[in-house]
T-cell receptor, first 114, second 112 residues
Framework: NAGVTQTPKFQVLKTGQSMTLQCAQD?????MYWYRQDPGMGLRLIYY???????DKGEVPNGYNVSRLNKREFSLRLESAAPSQTSVYFC?????????????FGPGTRLTVT | TQLLEQSPQFLSIQEGENLTVYCNSS?????LQWYRQEPGEGPVLLVT?????EVKKLKRLTFQFGDARKDSSLHITAAQPGDTGLYLC????????????FGKGTLLTVNP
């Protein structure tokens, strides 16, 4: 039981390049989330998927797209990377059933855009 | 607008001291969670408080949810270097979207 896994762990992009961050969970959770974490800003929600087949914008969605490929996988795509997207990206998942619903986080992807 | 305000933002103390971290909001939350994050890792859940006035203890850590469910505190007794990390509070406002609102965190350093 690996929990939430993310790939890659580190990435350096040049401005304008594209890439996809991958996330998978093996806990049979319905909801999945993408956050970015910047110094002094805490965790900010980019996009989330409350259940398979649905995605919704979070607090800071501009410049990103997501795909809920199936119940296990939720990817985040940067179509044209910008230096402002330099950050640490975390994927999380959340179960369903009796509340409260704790979120479980992956180890993060550290992205630098030059 | 930051819905959850954490204080202090930074805290550096000596081993053996006590400390309290605060998480305040003007909004009501159906539950509030505390996470701890170590460098290079993702946040890990410490505790969830659900009922107004609830107090939960986790070894030397004591968590309290305010009576009105708008604020929470984390108290650490006799801090140890292993307690060093970023402490995040996160509130669940309920509803069907399952989103959490995170505070900006308190970076705690416990010096030996």
């Amino acid at each position: 039981n690996a929990g939430v896994t993310q790939t890659p762990k580190f990435q350096v992009l040049k401005t304008g390049q594209s890439m996809t961050l991958q996330c998978a969970q093996d806990m049979n959770h319905n909801s999945m989330y993408w956050y970015r974490q910047d110094p002094g800003m805490g965790l900010r929600l980019i996009y989330y998927s409350a259940s398979e087949g649905t995605t919704d914008k979070g607090e800071v969605p501009n410049g990103y797209n997501v795909s809920r490929l199936n119940k296990r996988e939720f990817s985040l795509r940067l179509e044209s990377a910008a230096p402002s997207q330099t950050s640490v990206y975390f994927c999380a998942s959340r179960g369903r059933g009796t509340p409260p619903y704790e979120q479980y986080f992956g180890p993060g992807t550290r992205l630098t855009v030059t | 607008t930051q819905l959850l305000e954490q204080s202090p933002q930074f805290l550096s103390i000596q081993e053996g001291e006590n400390l309290t971290v605060y998480c305040n909001s003007s909004s009501v939350f159906s539950s509030l969670q505390w996470y701890r994050q170590e460098p290079g890792e993702g946040p890990v859940l410490l505790v969830t408080v659900v009922t107004g006035g609830e107090v939960k203890k986790l070894k030397r850590l004591t968590f309290q949810f305010g009576d009105a469910r708008k604020d929470s505190s984390l108290h650490i007794t006799a801090a140890q270097p292993g307690d060093t990390g970023l402490y995040l509070c996160a509130g669940d406002r309920g509803g069907s979207n399952y989103k959490l609102t995170f505070g900006k965190g308190t970076l705690l350093t416990v010096n030996p």
